[in-house]
Structures are given as C-alpha cells and as structure tokens.
C-alpha cells in the first residue's frame, strides 16, 4: 500500500520475522526494508533512492506514524515491525532453525558486544561472519574482497546496519551478488550492543520513540526532525483527503 512514497507491506512483526526466515531456505538474494518517517520523505525527495526502497522484496513499517496512515487508509490489521524487534524476532528463529547468520556495519566493538549478547541469549545462534565496513567509499579492490567474504562465510541471513539511506542502497547494489537475505535494521546493533537504550515502553506505544531519541541525540537529530515529520503530516494529509474523495 503507498504511503506517501513507499510501498508499504500490511502485515505485522511476527509475519514478517516467519517470511524473513522462510526466504533463507531459498538460497537466492532478497532485501528487506524497515520504513520510517524518515526514510519516506528521503524517498520522496529522491526518485533514485524511492526506487531503492520499493525494488526490495518487502517494505515493513518500522515507524508508527506509518502504521497509522496504513490504519487510516482501511489496513486495519497492519501492525509495527520495529527495527529492533524485528532483528531479535529473525535472531531467535534463527537460532532454532540453525540458519547461519551474519552482521554488517557499526564499529568492531560493537558487533562484538552485540554477538556476546547474542549468544547469551539464543546460544544455538550460528553466526558465521560479521564485518565493519570503514567509515569512506571502499574502492574496487576492497569491495570484490568483501564480497568474497561474505559469500564464503555461508551466511543466509545478513543484518546491515549502516543506517539509512546507506544501508538501503548497500543492500539494493549487493542485491545480484550476496545468495542472502538482506534485512535492514538501522539502529538495532547498538541496542542490541547495549550502546543504546531502547524508549521507554509508553514512549514506544505513543509512537514517540522519534522523541526519545531527539532528546537523547539533539544536535544529530534536530534538523532531520524537523525537515521529516511535518512535511509528512501534509503530504499524508493530502493522501488521505484524496483517497476519502
């Protein structure tokens, strides 16, 4: 269903967890994006990255104001496929079904962190490979070794997180390469890590984790804020006064 920009899939965190891990048993690449206010109106504003973002296999809605345009528009049953959530819920599946795993992006002391926490808690987790990408355009020789890498470790379910839009356009231009299932997961390593801390659980239902993380971070986050949550209310608004006509 289109929001604003995106596709969006109706469905809800455990149907997309159980559609992750049914895809891995196909041997074949696939990526997953987790939508958010954030990433609409970086669609919006870029034809190529809409692109992107709607080529992938699936587009979920991690954002809540998402989930309540979706509800808006007669999708009563669409729920909230948080980045975080999703990534524990395909980890435990995982884990249970011994499907090999690997992580990408963040800093080498957090995948560590995050792969400790990991098997702590689902300790049949198979983690194959994990690499942290350098903070600069890798050039064609790196780049051809990182496939390789990746490739060899025998992983069929990669989580990037390299945030957006970088982690939508790595997946979209490895999409060919990688016989995996790509799940974006944003900022899901470090709350795994422990790096960082999940908003408070009424924060979370009120749909305010934008603000938790706002007060948290305010000089990363204050002009993407208010460059993205306004303009989506009017361009939602509009949406929707066109679908009632």
């Not at 559609?19 to 048993?25: D, S």
């Not at 051809?144 to 989580?159: C, M, N």
């Not at 002009?223 to 306004?230: D, F, H, K």
Request: charged share 20%; glycine share 6%.
């Amino acid at each position: 269903m289109r929001v604003v920009s995106l596709d969006l899939e109706v469905t809800d965190l455990s149907s997309a967890a159980d559609q992750v891990i049914a895809w891995t048993a196909e041997a074949s690449a696939r990526y997953v994006c987790a939508a958010n206010v954030h990433m609409t109106m970086e669609a919006h504003d870029s034809p190529a990255f809409q692109r992107v973002v709607n080529s992938a296999d699936s587009v979920v809605p991690d954002g809540a104001p998402l989930v309540w345009a979706l509800r808006a528009l007669g999708h009563r049953g669409a729920g909230r496929v948080f980045g975080p959530d999703l990534m524990e819920s395909v980890l435990e599946r995982a884990a249970a079904a011994g499907i090999p795993v690997g992580f990408h992006g963040s800093t080498p002391e957090t995948l560590a962190a995050m792969s400790s926490e990991g098997l702590r808690r689902w300790p049949r987790l198979r983690i194959v490979h994990m690499e942290s990408p350098p903070f600069r355009s890798t050039t064609i020789e790196e780049e051809e070794a990182l496939v390789a890498r990746w490739i060899a470790s025998g992983a069929r379910l990669l989580l990037v997180g390299l945030g957006c839009p970088k982690q939508e356009l790595w997946m979209a231009a490895h999409a060919s390469r990688l016989p995996c299932v790509m799940v974006g997961v944003g900022q899901a390593f470090d709350v795994l890590a422990g790096v960082r801390r999940r908003p408070p659980a009424w924060m979370h239902r009120a749909g305010l984790g934008w603000l938790y993380r706002l007060i948290k971070e305010p000089r990363r986050l204050w002009r993407r804020q208010l460059a993205s949550n306004p303009r989506f209310l009017v361009l939602f608004a509009q949406q929707y006064v066109r679908a009632l006509r």
